[in-house]
């Protein structure tokens, strides 16, 4: 019954910004790590950024100083504040977190994906 749905994502031109909110919703006990990766056409899925529930930050080095993660725990909720935006950032972005239930189990969830397309 967990899921989770991104939206946000759209069609912007180079340099510019967009805010992908990432909603969990569900059975849910506890949100421990939550986190957005890529995937770009032709390549693998790639970790983007992630946080700890205690808000402990990660972020690859490509997007490091123009993306920041956040994360509202009394809403369930992640965001991915991108700026400075490059046509490389062009991708599918996907929510990712660490979730469990409220019978106990733990288990790892994937959203649908948010499609982000940047021109030059």
């Known amino acids: 019954q967990v899921r989770l749905v991104e939206s946000g994502g759209g069609l912007v031109q180079a340099g510019g910004s967009l805010r992908l909110p990432c909603a969990a919703s569900g059975s849910i006990s506890t949100i421990y790590s939550m986190a957005w990766y890529r995937q770009a056409p032709g390549k693998q899925r790639e970790l983007v950024a992630s946080i700890t529930r205690c808000g402990s930050t990660n972020y690859a080095d490509s997007v490091k100083g123009r993306f920041t993660i956040s994360r509202d725990n009394a809403k369930n909720t992640v965001y991915l504040q991108m700026n400075s935006l490059k046509p490389e950032d062009t991708a599918v972005y996907y929510c990712?977190?660490?979730?469990?239930?409220?019978?106990?189990?733990?288990?790892?969830?994937w959203g649908q994906g948010t499609q982000v397309s940047v021109s030059s």
């Open positions: 990712n977190a660490d979730i469990r239930n409220t019978l106990a189990v733990w288990r790892n969830y």
